[in-house]
């Protein structure tokens, strides 16, 4: 397969008037062709700013402070911002997290969708209008005809994340960023687009990155997921390393937080106690230090090296390092 | 709590908002929020309230606190039907029973201090002085998992987690007997909403609190309830005991909901067949007579169009309302 996407080693911050946040601190992460990949984490862990450094549009006071993001060979970092229009809504789509804000309410549902459309393929009017309509009924909205004339507040959740599903894949990008698309909706309508996402990603054979903090999501959609925390990836590898061979206490910590689904005892649920750290002034070492059961010095003081625990799964922690005492996770997932 | 009472019961509760009030209106339309709708809790035991966005589970709980006027029906606390107490005779029963919101960012008073927010409902029932109420606060606030020094500030300087804490210590202020905790979790992260979840387990323990909660995470609903209720459009469609109702659900619309959750768990969700639902949940303005999730079930018959189902007991307490049964 084919590397779509490569971002190595990212760090971003921003500049406030208490000082410098370092949201991202050194974020790699690889994307191959017609691969749907997971970023997990909570909020503050620099999930959607990455993927907001990526797409270029962060606020006036972000800046990358280094790092590359190679999208088709060309480093997306040091594109100027004319260029960079030409790739985002074009090669790269992305989904907001909330429908009833980031469309434009004074603007038609049709004019919205046409605008790519006559912005980057050229289009005339009425091609635009045909290619509207036809993606509309690809994403599952009845009668589209009449539905481009109305406004967005004339749609209902459910409804509005699906124009901006199709306006993410109007121009058929390579990428589609998704960013919390569910959140925001009902179980049933959340299993109605997570199955769109999934059709139109065979489809398209496009890729997916879909940033989320449920795991049910995740695992449903992705093949491979990312594990973020405090500005850093934790730990990668397939849904199944990191479902069932978690190797970071993190990443232990978020599978005992969600109830169970094999279990119909109940069981108390393991919170991870806390609160994430103040990247004002990150820690000199693990960021998941002050949470951990297992903190010992090293964790304090410097930064954990990325183990490859096998292929493809890597896991920054310093219980990886062979003189680390054994620890295990008291795996509840595993056959039972 | 050997003997376990009834705290609350619920009969044929209904609320109707009328949508056209004025005064040339020829047309009364109603959006039928709750609509004949009845359960029970007994003392200590929490009742799960599960459905979409819509379907009336947030105006059921409201109602039963007698935030909103019902329509018609009960509501029996502990042997007495306050459903048509008047807001004086109503203030007693406010004490027992208090609620937490959904969203912790819009309901604490931005202008107030955690201190006040939380000793506001002592004042307003003239329970203490002022030195008692501000023990309280200090208690409540270490109660909860927060440092009482922190009485003094601000809501805008606390995390959503630790908002949410603050919101139930307010609701714990006056010692309440049933509290209906609407969407406590969903606005949090995953970390913190276990937090607040063996929080609630741990006061419903150590206190003898009775809960209504109402969620849409129904894997969450499921850990912390005893019983779990359906509702769909306005009606108590399917109620019965947590496992049980996930293990057998009966009614075709709490079988396509139960299939939605996502598993977090790869090798399960890729054998997880889904029911998909066709459409969403329609209006419940003036709704159709019969069945209302007929129009996106697999399996409506004539008869769904003409009556409306009842609950019927399935045996051991799992009630459904569906011509199937």
Request: aromatic share 6%; net charge negative.
């Amino acid at each position: 397969m084919e590397k779509l996407l490569q971002i190595n080693n990212i760090h971003t911050s921003f500049h406030t008037h208490v000082g410098e946040v370092k949201a991202v601190r050194g974020v790699t992460i690889d994307l191959y062709k017609g691969e749907a990949i997971g970023i997990v984490g909570e909020s503050g862990s620099g999930k959607s700013i990455t993927m907001m450094t990526l797409m270029r549009l962060l606020d006036n006071n972000g800046e990358i402070k280094e790092g590359e993001i190679l999208f088709e060979g060309k480093d997306l970092a040091k594109l100027s911002e004319k260029d960079m229009e030409k790739i985002r809504g074009n090669d790269i789509g992305m989904i907001f997290q909330d429908p009833m804000t980031s469309l434009n309410p004074v603007l038609t549902v049709g004019d919205q969708l046409s605008e790519p459309l006559i912005k980057h393929m050229n289009m005339n009017k009425s091609e635009a209008r045909k290619k509207v309509i036809e993606m509309l009924e690809l994403v599952g909205i009845p009668s589209p005809e009449k539905r481009i004339k109305q406004y967005p507040h004339e749609f209902s959740g459910g409804m509005r994340q699906r124009v901006m599903i199709a306006m993410a894949l109007i121009c058929e990008p390579k990428l589609l960023i998704a960013d919390e698309p569910t959140t925001a909706l009902d179980v049933t309508i959340q299993a109605q687009i997570l199955e769109l996402m999934k059709e139109l990603k065979e489809k398209l054979g496009m890729s997916i990155i879909l940033i989320t903090h449920d795991l049910g999501v995740v695992a449903d959609v992705c093949t491979r997921i990312n594990v973020m925390y405090g500005g850093i990836v934790v730990e990668s590898g397939t849904s199944r390393d990191i479902f069932y061979n978690p190797k970071h206490p993190y990443t232990w910590g978020l599978l005992r937080s969600i109830p169970n689904p094999k279990l119909d005892t109940k069981e108390r649920l393991k919170p991870i106690e806390g609160t994430p750290p103040d990247l004002l002034k990150p820690p000199a070492g693990c960021p998941f230090a002050d949470r951990c059961d297992y903190t010992m010095k090293i964790c304090l003081e410097n930064k954990p090296e990325n183990y490859e625990i096998s292929a493809g799964h890597k896991s920054a922690c310093w219980l990886n390092h062979p003189d680390a005492p054994k620890v295990e996770h008291d795996d509840i997932r595993r056959d039972n | 709590m050997e003997k376990k009472d009834t705290l609350i019961e619920v009969k044929n509760l209904s609320k109707f908002f009328n949508i056209n009030k004025g005064i040339f209106s020829k047309t009364q339309s109603y959006v039928k929020a709750v609509d004949d709708v009845s359960f029970s809790i007994k003392k200590g035991e929490t009742l799960g309230l599960v459905g979409e966005s819509g379907c009336g589970k947030t105006t059921t709980g409201r109602t039963v606190l007698k935030l909103y006027e019902p329509t018609t029906g009960e509501i029996i606390y502990d042997g007495k039907d306050i459903a048509k107490l008047n807001a004086k005779e109503m203030l007693p029963y406010r004490r027992k029973m208090q609620m937490i919101f959904q969203d912790p960012y819009a309901s604490l008073n931005a202008r107030m201090t955690v201190g006040d927010i939380i000793s506001e409902p002592i004042e307003i029932h003239k329970l203490m002085n002022k030195i008692e109420s501000h023990e309280r606060v200090q208690y409540l606030l270490n109660r909860v998992g927060l440092n009482p020094d922190h009485a003094s500030r601000y809501p805008h300087e606390f995390s959503g987690g630790q908002r949410q804490r603050i919101g139930i210590a307010r609701a714990l202020a006056v010692q309440p007997e049933f509290i209906v905790c609407d969407e406590p979790i969903s606005a949090l992260d995953v970390s913190i909403q276990a937090q607040v979840v063996n929080m609630l387990e741990d006061l419903q323990e150590d206190l003898g609190l009775t809960y209504l909660f109402i969620a849409h995470d129904l894997s969450m609903v499921k850990h912390i309830s005893k019983k779990i209720g359906v509702m769909y459009l306005g009606k108590l469609v399917e109620i019965a005991e947590s496992n049980e109702l996930y293990k057998n659900p009966l009614h075709p619309y709490t079988k396509a909901l139960l299939s939605a959750i996502p598993v977090p768990d790869p090798d399960m969700a890729a054998e997880n067949k889904r029911i998909m639902l066709e459409g969403e949940i329609p209006s419940p303005i003036d709704p159709p007579p019969g069945c209302r999730f007929r129009g996106r079930c697999r399996y409506a018959k004539p008869i769904c169009g003409e009556a409306q189902p009842e609950l019927k007991d399935m045996g051991g307490e799992h009630m459904v309302a569906c011509h199937l049964y």
